[in-house]
């Protein structure tokens, strides 16, 4: 299991890369360049710079998060040819750069959503929350100037405010879209780029839609094991793969988390991991909880044991976390709670190691 965290680069994350490297058994990052709109060229320069950066704070940057994927794509407009190209040419940039994984998500407009932001614990700590009574009362405007005030003026990766500028005539077209036409235009993606991805040496993960349910009436496809099934099988190579997420699929108490992470770990098919915990508060109803089993509803020590018997040097992180001990930040992103999910984790992880004697 590689630890690692996500960073958003200097200009945007409060979180300096030193502090990251203090974390226990910290080896790299889960990198962005989130100033570039989706659609456009990554160029080679500024890879370099960040990777340069990583480097020299003794991490290394193996994996990239988000390349966003151009709405155009995802509605297949006849413009999608020219994205699906732009995109290979930064996978081609990311890859002289070392890089061997991208993670992205086919989320149809929003990337993950909630209904509060910081959200008050009996603790007094703050998480994630999202009640879909909340949204049903509000429409995607609402939703995303709500989110877009909450955030403290820091844009949340998939919210950026180029693309919610759209937002009411991308509504409109997903509207005439239905579930196989959006799984259509994923597969013509992936025939778009997984060809340049063998080439170069890059395996694409898919990132599970959050919450694991359809949202304002518009499909979602990367919910379930099934969905997760088809995405594969899609176009049936290595360099298609997944990013299971845990707290994504685990919004939805029907999915067995640690049996995804074991089916499609034995498959081959994961690589890269978010691993968190969510606490189920009714249907459509949940807080993300602390990284402990017992804080939430998820069984962490079975996800972790399913990821050591079947993917053992998977590229994992500790997703989102609680405001603790009065740090400020980006919503989902502390340093002090994702620091002690990478530990606990890893503590998982050494223990079921040694149990099982490999250790
Ligand atoms: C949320 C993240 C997502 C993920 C993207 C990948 O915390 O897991 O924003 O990075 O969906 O494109």
Redesign the pocket.
Known sequence: MKMTFRWFGESSDPIPLQYIRQIPGMTGIMGVLDHYAAGEVWPEEEIAVLIAQVNEAGLECKVI??V?VHEDIKMGLPSRDEYIANYCETLENLAKHGIEVV???F?PVF??LRTELYYENEDGSTCLYYDHADVEGLGPMEIVERTARDSGGLSL??WEPERMARLEEVMAIYRGIGREDLRANHRYFLEGIIPTCERVGITMAV?PD?PAWDMFGIPRIVNTRDDLDAVVNLVDSPANSLCV?AGSLGSNPENDVPAIFREFGQRGRIAAA?VRNVKWLGEKHFKEAAHLSSDGSLDMQAIIEAIHDTCPDVYVRP??GRYIWGETGRP?YPLYDRALGATYLQGLFESVTKIKGRG
Do not use: F
């Open positions: 998060e988000s966003n993670v992205y998500n989320m990337d993950w990766p998939g990132h959050d997420c978010h997703d989102h989902g």
